[in-house]
C-alpha cells in the first residue's frame, strides 16, 4: 500500500503546482474576477480539531492575500465563523458530513473589492472526502457602504469616462444620420469590429498594444468605407426610401454580429492590460492609468472632431450637407464626397469607442457594441437626432446617469434607468436637448 | 451519409408547428402596425413577452384560470400599447421604432433582473404553468396522425389552440381593414397629413392600430410558450428582428403573408440548419463546428433581410403599389 500512497502524494502536489500555474496564467491574462482559489493540502486543521469535516479556503485577490476577512458557516442547527490568516487561508470546522451555507463578509472586504455579484453566500456539500474547498470570486467593485458623497463622486468620473466613450459611437451615429437619414442599426458592430481587431493583432497576433490600436482603426475606417461604397451609396442611387435603409441596417447588423460569432466564438476575451490595478488615487476616487488614458483620448479625438465641423472646409460642408442636402449640392458641395468621409470617420470613431468599452467592462465579446448600441441612440436622441454637439451631450447624461443610478437600482437594472429617461425626454422634449423643433416633423 | 428523410421531415414538421403559428400571428401584428398603418414598432418581443409573462406569472403566482390569465396578458399589453404610444405616435417613425425597441428591452431586463427573481425567475425563467391548459383538452390520451406528424394529445391540442386563431384572426384583420376603419388606417400610411385634413384623429387612430397588433403579439407570446417554457433571453431585439423577417418575405400589407411567410420562413430555416448540421457531422464542411453551424442561421436571416428589403420590398405576396416603405 506504501507506494501507491505516495504517488497519491506526488500527483496531489502536482496538482497544485499545476493550480498554481492555472492560477497564474489566469491572472497574467487578466481575468477581472480572481478566483479564491482554495488550498487543500497547506492548511493547518489543529486548531479545529473538534470536527471531522472542514470547509477551507483562500482569499485572495489580485494574488494578494487578503487577511481579516470573516467567513460564517450555517447550517444543521450549527453555525461559526473564522477569519481568514495571514496567507488568506481559512478553515471552519463542521460537525456533520452535510449541506452548509457559507457567507463570506463584504463589509471586512478591503476597499474596492467585492464578491461577483450575489456569490458572497455560497451552499456547499461535501464530497467523498471530509474536507471540502470553497472558492468565493472576487472581483473589482463598490459597495454602498462607502460614504454617499463619495460613491457619488466616483459613479460621476466612471460615468464620464462611459460617456465620452458612448460619445466617440454617438457622434459618428448622429452625423451619418444628419448626412444620410439613415438611423444605422450596424453601428453596433461597427464598435465591435474596432474592439475585436485589436484582439486579433494585439493578443492573436501578438503585436505590440499601440500598433494594434492603429491598425484596428485604420480597419474601422476601411469598414466605413467599404460598407458605404459596397452598399449604401448604390441603396442611395437607387433611390431606396430611409425605412427600407433602416430594415437594410438591421439585417446586416444581424448578419454582421453573427458572423462575428462565428468567427471568434461566443466567449469574452480581454485586451492586454484590461485588468491592471487602480493604482491612481485622487480623493476618493481610484483610477487605472487606462482610464485616464482612455478619458484623455476621448477628449482630444472630441476635441479633434469639433475643429473638423467648425474649422475645416470639409468639416462645414458636412454640417450644410446635414443641414440641408439639396441645397449644399446646388451650392457645389460633392454630397457624395461628404457622405463618403463622414461613413469613414464615423466607423473610425465607433472602432476607437469599441476599443475603449472593450477596456470599460471590460472584455472583448462577439455583441459588445449591440449591448450599447440603445444607450448609443438614447445618447443620440436626448442630445436631438442630427446633431453632433448634441450627440456629445446626451451621451454624457446618459454615462452619469448609468452609473449615478447603480446607487439605487441594482446592476443589471441599471440601463433600465437610462432607457426609461429617453422615454420620458421624448415625452416633453421631443426635438432633444440641442435638436432644432423642424426636425421632427 | 446524410439522413435526407430526417431533415426534410423535421423541416416539413416546422409546417405546422406552434412556434410557426406564434411567429404568423406575431407578423399579423406587425403587418397592422407596419404594413397597415406604416408604424415602426420594432418592440414586438415586449409585446410577446408582456403574453408570456402575463400568461405564466397570472397562473402561477396568482392562480388564476387560464381564461382570466389570458385576459392579464391582453390587458398588460393594452397598457404597455399606451405607454409607448402616448409620447411617440405624434412623432416622426423613426423615434417609435427607438422607443419601441428601448422599451421592449427594458421590459425584457425587468424580466431578468435577480431584483423580481421571486416572480418572474429572473434568468432562468418559469415553468409548470401548463396544467391549466392541458385540462382543456378534450382529445383522450394517445398519439395521433401520421408521417412527420405525429403527435400526442397534448402537442394536437397546442397546434390547434395555435393555428384555429391564427385563422381568426387572419379572417378578422381582412374584415377589419376592409372596412372604414382600415381605410383610414390604410390612408394614414400614405398620407398623415391627407387623413388629418379629412377630419379624421390620426393619432387615436394610430393608437388603436398600435393596441391591436399588440395584442396579437400578446396571444403570439402566449401560443410561443405552450410547447417550452418562459425564458427571458427568447425576448430579445432579435426575436423582433425574425418577426421582420417573416413579415417582409411574405409581404407587409398582405393578410396571408404573415402566415404563409412564417410557415416559409420556418421550414427553409429547419430544412437549412438541418441540412447543415447534418453535413458538419458527415464531415462535408471541414472548416465548420457544429456550434458554428447552429450560428449560420441568423447570418442566413439577416442578409435575407437586407436582400429582401432591397430586391422585392412587396414581398411574395405584397402588391407594389402598397408599400409600406413611404418617403
Known amino acids: 500500500m506504501e507506494p501507491t500512497q505516495s504517488v497519491a502524494e506526488r500527483s496531489r502536489g502536482r496538482w497544485l503546482i499545476l493550480l498554481g500555474i492555472l492560477v497564474a496564467a489566469l491572472t497574467l491574462s487578466g481575468i477581472a474576477a480572481s478566483p479564491a482559489v482554495a488550498d487543500e493540502a497547506s492548511t493547518e486543521s489543529s486548531e479545529q480539531e473538534e470536527f471531522e469535516y472542514f470547509f477551507s479556503g483562500n482569499v485572495t485577490f489580485d494574488d494578494e492575500p487578503l487577511e481579516g476577512v470573516r467567513i460564517t458557516v450555517e447550517g444543521n442547527g450549527f453555525d461559526a465563523e473564522t477569519e481568514t490568516d495571514a496567507d488568506g487561508k481559512w478553515t471552519i470546522g463542521v460537525p456533520e458530513k452535510a449541506e452548509y451555507e457559507l457567507t463570506l463578509d463584504e463589509d471586512t472586504l478591503p476597499e474596492g473589492v467585492v464578491v461577483e455579484d450575489g456569490q458572497a453566500t455560497v451552499t456547499a456539500e461535501f464530497g467523498l472526502t471530509n474536507r471540502k474547498s470553497v472558492n468565493f470570486f472576487l472581483g473589482e467593485g463598490q459597495r454602498v457602504t462607502t460614504d454617499i458623497g463619495a460613491q457619488v463622486l466616483i459613479r460621476v468620473v466612471n460615468g464620464l469616462n462611459f460617456g465620452l466613450l458612448l460619445a466617440l459611437a454617438a457622434i459618428g451615429l448622429s452625423l451619418i444620420f444628419g448626412t444620410t437619414g439613415l438611423s444605422n442599426f450596424a453601428h453596433a458592430e461597427m464598435i465591435t469590429f474596432g474592439a475585436l481587431m485589436v484582439l486579433s493583432f494585439g493578443v492573436d497576433l501578438a503585436l505590440p498594444i499601440w500598433l494594434a490600436i492603429i491598425i484596428a482603426l485604420v480597419l474601422s475606417a476601411a469598414l466605413g468605407w467599404t460598407l458605404d461604397a459596397a452598399i449604401w451609396k448604390p441603396l442611395r442611387r437607387r433611390g431606396v426610401g430611409l425605412i427600407q435603409l433602416m430594415i437594410v441596417s438591421i439585417g446586416l447588423s444581424l448578419a454582421m454580429r453573427y458572423v462575428y460569432q462565428f468567427i471568434y466564438g461566443g466567449s469574452t476575451r480581454q485586451l492586454p492590460g484590461a485588468t491592471i490595478p487602480s493604482d491612481i488615487h485622487l480623493g476618493p476616487v481610484t483610477l487605472s492609468w487606462i482610464d485616464v488614458a482612455s478619458m484623455i483620448t476621448s477628449v482630444v479625438v472630441l476635441g479633434a472632431v469639433a475643429y473638423f465641423l467648425l474649422r475645416t472646409r470639409i468639416g462645414k460642408a458636412t454640417r450644410a450637407v446635414s443641414d440641408n442636402a439639396s441645397l449644399a449640392a446646388a451650392s457645389g458641395i460633392d454630397v457624395d464626397r461628404v457622405i463618403r468621409i463622414v461613413w469613414v470617420m464615423g466607423a473610425a470613431l465607433a472602432g476607437l469607442s469599441g476599443i475603449l468599452w472593450a477596456y470599460f467592462r471590460p472584455g472583448v465579446s462577439w455583441d459588445m457594441g449591440f449591448q450599447i448600441l440603445l444607450l448609443v441612440f438614447a445618447a443620440v436622441t436626448l442630445g436631438g437626432l442630427g446633431t453632433a454637439f448634441g450627440a456629445l451631450v446626451g451621451s454624457i447624461i446618459v454615462g452619469m446617469f448609468i452609473e449615478l443610478s447603480t446607487l439605487w437600482l441594482p446592476s443589471d437594472m441599471k440601463y433600465v434607468g437610462a432607457l426609461i429617461v429617453l422615454i420620458l425626454v421624448l415625452l416633453f422634449r421631443p426635438q432633444g436637448i440641442l435638436g432644432r423643433r423642424e426636425r421632427i416633423g | 451519409m446524410i439522413d435526407w428523410i430526417a431533415i426534410f421531415s423535421n423541416a416539413a414538421q416546422e409546417l405546422i408547428s406552434p412556434t410557426t403559428a406564434a411567429y404568423a400571428l406575431a407578423a399579423l401584428g406587425l403587418a397592422i402596425h407596419f404594413g397597415y398603418t406604416g408604424l415602426l414598432n420594432f418592440g414586438q418581443a415586449g409585446f410577446m413577452a408582456l403574453g408570456a409573462y402575463g400568461y405564466a406569472i397570472s397562473i402561477l403566482s396568482f392562480g388564476f384560470p387560464v381564461w382570466a390569465a389570458v385576459l392579464v396578458g391582453i390587458g398588460a399589453s393594452i397598457v404597455f400599447a399606451l405607454i409607448l404610444g402616448i409620447p411617440t405616435l405624434r412623432l416622426r417613425a423613426d423615434y417609435l421604432a427607438i422607443v419601441t425597441i428601448a422599451a421592449a428591452e427594458i421590459l425584457r431586463l425587468i424580466f431578468t433582473t435577480n431584483t423580481f427573481d421571486a416572480i418572474t425567475g429572473s434568468a432562468s425563467g418559469l415553468q409548470g404553468y401548463k396544467t391549466g391548459f392541458a385540462a382543456l383538452n378534450p382529445i383522450p390520451d394517445g398519439t395521433y396522425g401520421f408521417g412527420p406528424f405525429t403527435y400526442n394529445a397534448y402537442d394536437w391540442w397546442i397546434r390547434i389552440v395555435g393555428w384555429s386563431l391564427v385563422t381568426v384572426l387572419a379572417v378578422v384583420t381582412w374584415l377589419i381593414m ?77 393578410i396571408l403573408g404573415p402566415v404563409i411567410g412564417s410557415m416559409i420562413f420556418w421550414v427553409l430555416l429547419s430544412f437549412f440548419s438541418g441540412f447543415v448540421a447534418r453535413a458538419v457531422e458527415a464531415g462535408w464542411l471541414p472548416f465548420m463546428s457544429q456550434v458554428q453551424a447552429g450560428q449560420l442561421r441568423f447570418i442566413l436571416v439577416g442578409v435575407a433581410i437586407m436582400l429582401i428589403v432591397i430586391f422585392r420590398p412587396q414581398g411574395i405576396f405584397g402588391n407594389k403599389k402598397e408599400l409600406a416603405f413611404v418617403k
Open chain 2, 178 to 254: 376592409r372596412s372604414p376603419w382600415g381605410r383610414v388606417i390604410k390612408g394614414i400610411r400614405e398620407d398623415e397629413d391627407a387623413v388629418r385634413a379629412l377630419g379624421k384623429n390620426v393619432y387615436s387612430y394610430k393608437m388603436q392600430s398600435l393596441i391591436l397588433g399588440g395584442v396579437y403579439g400578446t396571444l403570439a407570446g402566449m401560443i410561443f410558450v405552450l410547447p417550452r417554457s418562459v425564458v427571458p433571453a427568447n425576448y430579445q431585439t432579435s426575436l423582433t428582428f425574425f418577426v421582420y423577417a417573416i413579415l417582409l418575405l411574405g409581404g407587409a400589407a398582405t
